[in-house]
């Protein structure tokens, strides 16, 4: 797009009122108008021929791929000029609702062929950011015409809660296991994968004795095991609208999101293999399990896909879509909230069907605002009214646990700024219990 600049527009207005009293005073030389438009017109023709063509300038762009809520993160937009460089080009950027950018729009020195500018995104709230649109233009040597390019590169952002403090609080926490897991060849009781045979030395577990094999060999002889990895693990996330709602000032979706990240992070480290689940009314994405360290920022990216809903959720169709789509036993965690025991008949229905073949971990949240309005001092009839229904509340949902503890499944239930830490140690239990 080639278009005049305010410089073109003030000198062509400077002439108009010269013309107008010309043409007044000798009405002759009227052309005069006229042929100040033709010179202006000429001007910008030159310009814009004299200025770096637009078929040989180039716009790149570079942007995280995935960021943390409460972060920000520099981007680049470089222009490269091939021939008759300016200057000084402009750079512009627009992205969806999810981005917030410092300055929409910077001029940068052209140095060497090319202009950079430095943008700041920061976001707004998780979910796919994207960046929609760039723009660059710059001006001709006279400064009468704008040349302006532009692409559209709809680059994604994946942002997730703050990564960086999810990868702290992982190495936080884990460290205080952190020889679990790690060693190739572990003592009989840490594993449950058979290694090899060795001959019985002090110390060792009389009950890892193989007679049959020691008769064979003349010596007593024990079994070496090993800790079991590649386990499959699953993180089912209910996105219906009870998850959606604010807990302590934040949805409860995005605090699952940030536990599971923790947990999969130390999943991934001890060679487990990890994936995600979404749904509420209908199954929304899942992942398939992914392994080793590398795959963390592709959980990311899929973690903020996780999107908001205002949809209730359907457990039948989401859990057992699940439940088909996994050919081997896995750990499935499962996020979720309930209100009563009417809305969690069909929760505790689905999930007796997945225990049957896996292992399920269920999170929890506990909803400590219901908890202080359930012990808040009565002092009028509506406070009483409010306490009594949270009470109700509150016992409905203790009903629905001791359900799914009576079921066989494993429950973490923690405060909302405690899940992640409770949620790996209940996942570090169940690997030396040996229960995946």
């Known amino acids: 797009m080639i278009y005049p600049t305010s410089r073109a527009v003030a000198v062509m207005a400077i002439g108009a009122p010269i013309a107008l009293a010309i043409g007044l005073i000798q009405p002759s030389y009227w052309v005069a108008g006229v042929a100040w438009a033709a010179l202006?017109?000429?001007l910008c023709l030159a310009d814009?021929?004299?200025g770096a063509p637009r078929d040989r300038a180039s716009l790149a762009l570079e942007a995280p791929g995935a960021m943390g809520t409460a972060s920000s993160a520099p981007m680049r937009l470089t222009v490269t000029f091939e021939r008759r460089p300016p200057g000084l080009a402009e750079t512009a950027a627009e992205v969806n609702p999810r981005l917030a950018l410092a300055d929409d729009r910077i001029a940068a020195p052209v140095r060497g062929g090319e202009a950079a500018a430095a943008y700041e995104l920061t976001p707004l709230r998780r979910g796919e950011g994207q960046i929609e649109r760039i723009w660059a233009r710059w001006r001709g040597p006279f400064g009468l015409v704008w040349k302006q390019i532009s692409d559209t590169p709809k680059k994604v952002v994946s942002i997730t809660p703050n990564v960086g403090a999810v990868k702290d609080e992982a190495i936080r926490l884990f460290a205080r296991d952190a020889a679990f897991g790690l060693k190739a060849q572990l003592e009989t009781g840490d594993g449950s994968e058979f290694h090899s045979l060795r001959e019985l030395a002090p110390g060792m577990d009389k009950r890892a004795i193989d007679w049959?094999?020691?008769?064979?060999?003349?010596?007593l002889l024990a079994k070496e095991f090993r800790t079991e990895r590649n386990h499959p693990v699953i993180f089912a996330i209910d996105t219906g609208r009870l998850m959606c709602e604010p807990l302590l000032g934040a949805p409860r979706i995005d605090r699952a999101i940030n536990a599971a990240l923790l947990m999969a992070f130390v999943s991934l480290k001890l060679g487990d293999r990890v994936g995600f689940y979404g749904f509420d009314v209908k199954p929304r994405l899942f992942s398939g399990a992914a392994s080793g360290a590398h795959a963390f920022p592709f959980l990311q990216r899929v973690a903020a896909r996780l999107d908001y809903s205002s949809e209730e959720t359907n457990y039948t169709l989401g859990l057992t879509q699940l439940n088909a789509a996994l050919e081997r036993r896995s750990l499935i965690v499962v996020f979720t909230d309930f209100a009563d025991t009417t809305s969690?008949?069909?929760?505790?229905?689905?999930?007796?069907?997945l225990m049957k073949r896996h292992l399920v971990l269920?999170?929890?949240?506990r909803d400590e605002e219901l908890e202080a309005i359930a012990r808040r001092e009565?002092?009028?009839p509506e406070a009483v009214s409010r306490a009594v229904t949270a009470e109700a509340l509150l016992k409905e949902r203790d009903l629905v646990i001791a359900r799914l503890v009576r079921m066989g499944a494993h429950i973490v239930d923690a405060p909302a700024a405690q899940v992640g830490a409770a949620l790996l140690s209940a996942y570090i239990d169940l690997k030396r219990r040996d229960l995946l």
């Open 362 to 365: 269920f999170v929890i949240f």
């Open 344 to 353: 969690a008949e069909l929760m505790l229905e689905n999930a007796a069907r």
């Open 212 to 219: 049959k094999q020691s008769a064979r060999h003349g010596k």
């Open 48 to 50: 814009a021929i004299l």
């Open 378 to 380: 009565p002092v009028d």
């Open 40 to 42: 202006v017109g000429a």
